[in-house]
């Protein structure tokens, strides 16, 4: 008897609940979203010392899902993103490193009703400063960014967690991870 008690429940609830995975789906349309996150930095300097820090990073982003193909999203984004201050010792010099971007991507996911895996593959155009004792460097560049995240959708917002890796010429690694919410339109 209580078998069949759950078994009708367990039924119920799916029915129920069937209708709301198709409207969770990658939503068509525009979207903007914020989020925070981990930047981590580390590069090898000129005397074999090894820099490596985090901070707290952040980044604002908006975009377009294309979504004109089931189970498949296709969007375009930009985001700027900005780190913290990034600050290790090497042989007993203070050395600080901030950067911030503004970021173009294509992304590519699949989606599974609410849920949903994506890539990511764009360019970055970035500023930075740092500081080794008391001398200060800035410097700026044009650079490839890649990224992979899964995402959470319930109606129009979407929750995201995703990793982003800036290939940097002059840095050995710079990326950061991030959880996002976002509203599309």
């Keep these: 008897m ?15 609940w069937l209708p709301l995975t198709a409207l969770a789906g990658g ?3 525009f979207y903007l979203g914020a989020g925070v996150g981990r930047m981590d930095v580390k590069d090898t300097t000129s005397t074999d010392d090894d820099f490596s820090a985090y901070d707290a990073g952040y980044k604002i982003f908006a975009g377009y ?8 999203d296709l969007a375009l ?24 971007s503004f970021n173009g991507f294509g992304l ?13 593959l764009g360019a970055g155009a970035w500023n930075s400063d740092a500081k080794v004792g008391s001398e200060k460097e ?37 990326y950061m991870t991030s959880f996002s919410i976002l509203y599309t339109f």
């Design 77 to 100: 984004e930009g985001s700027y993103v900005a780190s913290g201050e990034l600050s290790d010792e090497i042989n007993g010099v203070d050395v600080t490193y901030e950067q911030s």
């Design 65 to 72: 899902n294309f979504g004109k193909i089931p189970l498949v």
């Design 27 to 29: 939503k068509t349309g």
């Design 108 to 120: 590519a996911g699949l989606s599974f009703g609410p849920f949903g895996v994506f890539g990511k």
């Design 2 to 16: 209580h078998f069949r008690i759950i078994s009708v429940l367990i039924g119920i609830t799916l029915f129920l």
């Design 138 to 174: 800035s410097d700026s560049g044009t650079d490839p960014i890649y990224g992979a995240g899964v995402r959470l959708t319930l109606f129009s917002i979407t929750g995201r967690i995703e990793f982003e890796y800036f290939d940097q010429e002059d840095i050995d690694n710079l």
